[in-house]
């Protein structure tokens, strides 16, 4: 064989060698590829695995709560003769007072008393308390002056005393200030106790023959 033939067998060997390494390198190279796809497959997987098997661990609970509301009930009556208490809500329906000395009949210097009494009846569910004011007079009312007192008894008399409410003197057509008491609701299905009331009306020097007129009066009840 000559030397061209040793060469060129010999380059020919070479690149076929060459060839052949750089399959194996290409085919090593996919297989790595391979693999490393597979491991990040795998590794995927185990994490969504782990994930849902948190997601199937979790415990859940709750509580729910709930109230129901009523609104409760309030009516404030007023009696003449402190043992039969009825509604007397506006001023065209007030409750007429009986004076002691007729009212038709005064004179100068005649005073004349009226009992009154207020409570909260049996269906009331909150005390209150019970504020007064003038409602009001018609006709004429000049030269006659009142007093109000909160008393301990039902009754009104010359001699009766208590709490004043609005001091003797006060003109027939005013309240001065807010008097004001409590009322107490009932229990167990009953009326409340009452509270006693006393109107004292007095006819100035100057009173008028002939004269006529009315004064109304306002409880007004607030719950507490």
């Known amino acids: 064989m000559s030397d061209t033939d040793t060469e060129t067998n ?8 060459s060839g052949t390494n750089r399959g194996s390198r290409t085919a090593r190279g996919r297989r790595g590829m391979r693999s490393r796809r597979t491991r990040a497959i795998l590794a995927g997987g185990l994490v969504l695995g782990i994930g849902a098997a948190v997601t199937l661990a979790a415990w859940n609970d709750s509580e729910f709560a709930t109230g129901t509301f009523s609104a409760g009930r309030f009516n404030l009556v007023g009696s003449t ?45 909150n005390s209150a308390i019970v504020t007064v004011s003038a409602g009001g007079t018609t006709g004429t009312v000049t030269q006659l002056t009142y007093e109000l007192l909160q008393t301990t008894t039902f009754g009104c008399a010359s001699a009766t005393t208590g709490t004043d409410l609005v001091p003797a003197g006060t003109a027939l057509t005013a309240v001065p200030g807010t008097p004001n008491f409590p009322l107490a609701a009932g229990t167990g299905g009953a009326a409340g106790a009452p509270v006693f009331l006393c109107f004292k009306v007095t006819a100035g020097a100057g009173l008028v023959q002939g004269q006529t007129g009315s004064a109304t009066w306002q409880f007004q009840a607030a719950s507490q």
């Open 10 to 17: 010999s380059g020919t060997s070479s690149a076929r060698n």
């Open 81 to 125: 003769n402190g043992t039969t208490f009825t509604d007397h809500a506006t001023a065209g329906a007030a409750a007429p007072l009986t004076f002691s000395v007729p009212a038709a009949a005064m004179s100068p210097g005649s005073v004349t008393y009226a009992p009154f009494a207020v409570q909260l009846d049996a269906t009331t569910t």
